[in-house]
Every structure is written in C-alpha cells, then in structure tokens.
C-alpha cells in the first residue's frame, strides 16, 4: 500500500490507449490511492465514465459547464488532490497545457492547479517527433511537469516509434518514486492555522485577526518535502495549500477534535491563532443589545497545543508558535515545558510582523536556542520544514 492516502487525480485523454487508463486506475486503488477519474471529450470515445467510475468508486469528472451547483468544479479538483495524473496525454492536452489555453475541463484543471503534474503521452510517434510536440514537452519540463515515456514500439496504426503509452505498473512505480522522493515521505504531519471564531449568537463571534498565511505556507512546505499533511484551519480567505487536505473548522472545540481525529501523526505544528475565551453559552437567537454584556459572560477554551503535547497518541516532534512582544526567547521556553512542545517558534511581533509578509524567527528547543534572520515568510515555511526533515530522519 504504498500510496495509502494519496489523492490523484487521473485525467484520461483522447487516444486508442485510453483503455490502459482501466487498469492503471485499477493498480492505483490496489496500492491505496484515491483515484478521481476525469474525462476528455476525446477520452470519452475510448472509455466511459461508467467504466472509470466503478473502478475508481467515485464519480467521474468530466464537463466545464455541468452542474448548475459546481461552477467551481476546475478549482475544487486542481485543490482537492496531491497530483494530477495525465494518462494517456494526448498532443493536443500537452498543447494547451504548453499554452495556457482553458477550453475544457482537462485543461482549465491545468492552468488552475499548483499541484505536481506526471504526464504519460501517447500518441502516433510523427506526432510526438514534431516539433511543435518537442517544443511543448519542454515548455511543460521547464515549470517542473515530469515525464514517464512514451516507450517505443509497435503502434495501432501499424507504425513504429515513440509515441507508446508505457505499460501501466510502469506509471504507477512513477507516481511512488514522486511521492517517495521527498524526505518526508511516509510521514503525516498535522497543522493547525489560521484564526477560530467562537459564537456569541447566530450573527455575531468573537476572533482575531489571523490570516493563516504562515500555517499554510508551512503545511505546503512539509508536503512538498513528501509528507502527507492534514491541515486544521479556522476561516481564512487564502487559496488551500496544494497537496494538503485541509479540513475547516470554526471553534477552538472543534479544533481540538479534528485534530485528535487526525492522529497518529509523526508532526504536530499548532501555527493556528486559537481564541482563549469563548462566550459561555452561544444563544439560539440574536441577542438585543441589552443583553449583550450578559452574553459575554466567558469560558475558557481548550489549549490545542497542549492538549495534544500530552495525548497518548502525542507526535513524535510537537512544535508550538508564540508571538511576543518583550523577552521574547524566555517566554517562549517557558512555554515549550508548560505545554508539553519539543519547539517553540517565537517571534518578535512588537515591529511590523503581524499580517507582513516576513518574519524573525527564534528556533526554542531543549538544547538552546537558534536565530534565524529577517527572511520571508514563505522562506521561513521551507527552512523550518528542511529543519523538521533533519531531525525526523
Ligand atoms: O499561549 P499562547 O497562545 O501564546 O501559545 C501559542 C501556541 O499555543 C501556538 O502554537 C498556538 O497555536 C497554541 N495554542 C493552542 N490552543 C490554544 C491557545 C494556543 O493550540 N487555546
């Protein structure tokens, strides 16, 4: 089960070799991937979508203008996955992704996704040897889509050459050494981001003002370095991390139990900015104005951080974030043995930090502390995952 959890999306385009795509989707289901199956118009004249949708269990993907409901159907598949797997890829796919052109559904899931991409091609090999193919396959290389044949041999149309679909298990070993490549890979991270809010009443909360950047930043990070992530997140307005399966929440309540229903985890980063205090009681109803004070009678809410810092199914590295604005280093140790974390990142936030786009980060841990300078946020996500890989290894 090698590819336990992982979620591909696997678009089969126009040629005679599509029928393979039955079986590659097959062995992906055998290894444990979870497989949505999208079909081209050109796709759709070798296999039906019955035939890809009993074996993949689920439906299969296949129109830009559908259903009346799911106008955002291209951006919740090019989000929704850890990779997008073009088998067979026709010349014609390869073109408009080489293009940018977004005329259906194949192609608009291209140009909207971050996602890694694996192209398997197959088509006629005077096809393939054109120019205009050459020219496109190494537009596609050069912003980082890979490559599994085509394999040379006997064609339908009775020619020889490069233009072969490689045989199925061939594809599948290529999409394992993908997610097998990074440092990370067999680990499950859990993070938490962004803000929560707590309800006073059906209309109103309390929150903070937490854009969740730097959660996400790093829950894309730890999966580009091949972990499986699970991101708890409270309500952002940012574009979900790609190859991360974020799961929304609002309360600190429900964080604390997503987060518990995603362990066993290797990682726990707790980035998110929880609310201390909830109103007591939310109210059923609006609340007039008078009684407002009594409506904000407070509890106190779960410390995530903590709670999981000490749970029997604890992660082997728990990493907690504080922001201060004075003796910044010595509250953050103080921090890391009070609730139970391994490191605490702590920044200086008396500048210009909140909601910038970089950071000063103290790296607190048993054995001392690290300083790291100004770097950018996105840089900071990266470097602590690099970090994080050193010390799972
Ligand atoms: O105590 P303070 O809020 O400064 O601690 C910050 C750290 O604790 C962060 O990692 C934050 O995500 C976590 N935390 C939590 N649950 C809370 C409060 C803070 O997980 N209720």
Not at 108 to 119: E, M, Q
Not at 255 to 272: R, S
Not at 336 to 358: F, L, T, Y
Not at 360 to 377: C, M, Q, S
């Amino acid at each position: 089960m090698n590819l336990a959890g992982r979620r591909i999306l696997l678009v089969v385009s126009g040629s005679i070799a599509a029928y393979k795509a039955l079986e590659l989707a097959r062995l992906l289901g055998k290894d444990g991937a979870d497989v949505t199956g999208l079909l081209t118009a050109g796709g759709e004249k070798f296999v039906t979508q019955h035939a890809l949708a009993a074996i993949t269990g689920r439906p299969v993907a296949r129109d830009l203008w559908g259903e009346a409901d799911s106008h955002s159907l291209h951006i919740e598949l090019a989000r929704a996955h850890d990779l997008v797997l073009v088998a067979p890829a026709s010349a014609d796919l390869m073109a408009k992704a080489a293009h940018g052109l977004a005329d259906d559904l194949a192609s608009t899931v291209l140009l909207a996704t971050t996602l890694p991409v694996l192209w398997a091609p197959a088509m006629n090999p005077t096809m393939w040897a054109h120019p205009a193919t050459m020219a496109n396959l190494a537009s596609l290389r050069s912003r980082g889509a890979i490559f599994v044949g085509p394999a040379e041999g006997a064609m339908a149309e009775a020619e020889s050459g490069a233009g072969r679909l490689v045989e199925p298990a061939e594809i599948v070993a290529a999409v394992t050494a993908h997610f097998a490549a990074g440092p990370l890979h067999g680990r499950h991270a859990l993070v938490t981001s962004g803000p929560t809010i707590e309800p006073i009443d059906p209309v109103r909360f309390i929150s903070n003002r937490s854009s969740g950047r730097q959660g996400f930043a790093i829950a894309a990070a730890l999966a580009a370095l091949g972990a499986r992530v699970t991101c708890v997140s409270g309500p952002v307005f940012l574009a979900e991390p790609p190859g991360v399966e974020v799961v929304r929440i609002e309360t600190a309540r429900q964080m604390l139990a997503a987060c518990e229903a995603a362990l066993p985890a290797d990682i726990g980063l707790f980035a998110a900015a929880v609310a201390d205090w909830r109103p007591a009681e939310a109210a059923a109803r609006k609340q007039k104005k008078a009684d407002m004070q009594a409506a904000l009678a407070l509890a106190e809410n779960p410390d995530i951080l903590a709670s999981i810092g000490r749970h029997r199914d604890r992660p082997r590295l728990v990493i907690g974030f504080a922001a201060e604005t004075h003796d910044v280093v010595r509250h953050a140790e103080e921090k890391r043995v009070r609730k139970g974390a391994d490191w605490i990142i702590a920044n200086d936030v008396s500048g210009d930090v909140m909601g910038g786009a970089e950071n000063l980060v103290h790296i607190v841990t048993e054995g001392g502390v690290e300083t790291w300078p100004r770097l950018a946020k996105d840089e900071v996500a990266r470097r602590l995952a690099r970090r994080i890989a050193v010390h799972i290894a």
